[in-house]
């Protein structure tokens, strides 16, 4: 994984983040090195925005939870930014966290490994991360076929998750903002597998894959998979992606070592 680009993301999201939760005062930005030894670079984002409630702060990593779901209607977004942001921090090896006073602000951590520009990258695992990140390398090993996947989901964090998840893969990754366009390309391109949101603009991901299935039938074409990701997990919510059409329903931000399963399953 190249840090740069991976580092810059999340560090823009959680930017972001700040800005958007703060109406009055200042955002600040440090960068230093979390320990003498100096084998990580600490970032910290602070503001003095709307801050977290003592109460909710165990949940802010969570999947599926936002603090308070009144943020979501007067601020938007879903709360799942933070969660991708912690993946990805995890994958490369660092570790992010917070300090929150309700009413005076919030200040957000992160670590990555430092890595000097013309040196090779060997991520440094805490042992909190090491484990969960091994059966994921024997999957990585077992996965040889190429093949062309769809990621279609109307936010970029989501689908460069995804793209990080698959980026030194033997695949062909296409991408669609939302279900029409996703229709359009599977009428014109061949796909392996597809990785469908439900929620979007234009077109929702159970209408457009209904139209594929319609598509499929019509035109006597081999059934691609459907993996519906979402992040509804209700029992009602995975039965009316199986209801559309898709092949399976996943919660999101989706594990990696679950995608690399589903690849296998569905691909080679």
């Known amino acids: 994984m190249e ?19 703060t109406q009055k005062g200042e955002i600040s930005v440090a960068l230093e090195f979390d320990s003498t030894d100096k084998r990580f670079v600490r970032f910290a984002i602070q503001d003095t925005g709307t801050g977290i409630p003592p109460d909710k702060q165990h949940l802010l990593f969570q999947n599926f939870v936002q603090a ?29 966290w917070f ?21 090779s990258y060997e991520p440094v695992k805490t042992p909190e991360v090491q484990a969960p990140l091994e059966p994921v390398q024997q999957k990585d090993s077992m996965i040889s076929r190429n093949g062309r996947i769809l990621i279609v989901d109307d936010t970029e964090d989501n689908r460069f998750l995804l793209l990080t998840y698959l980026k030194k893969l033997p695949f062909d990754v296409v991408q669609a903002e939302n279900g029409l366009e996703a229709v359009e390309k599977v009428f014109r391109e061949p796909f392996d597998l597809i990785l469908m949101d439900i929620q979007m603009p234009v077109m929702d991901g159970y209408a457009a894959t209904r139209k594929i299935r319609e598509w499929e039938k019509q035109q006597n074409k081999k059934t691609i998979p459907i993996i519906a990701v979402s992040a509804n997990a209700m029992a009602e919510d995975i039965q009316k992606s199986l209801d559309a059409g898709c092949t399976e329903h996943v919660t999101k931000p989706i594990k990696k070592s679950a995608l690399l399963e589903m690849i296998q399953r569905y691909t080679i």
Do not use: Q, W
């Open 68 to 96: 308070d779901s009144s943020i979501t209607r007067k601020y938007g977004g879903s709360g799942l930014g933070l969660t991708i942001s912690k993946n990805l921090v995890e994958l490369m090896g660092g570790r992010i």
């Open 99 to 119: 300090h929150s006073e309700e009413g005076r602000g919030s200040t957000f951590f992160f670590t990555v490994p430092f890595v000097l520009a013309d040196a």
């Open 3 to 21: 840090i740069l680009p991976v580092c810059a993301k999340f560090f823009f999201n959680l930017i972001g983040n700040a800005i958007k939760f």
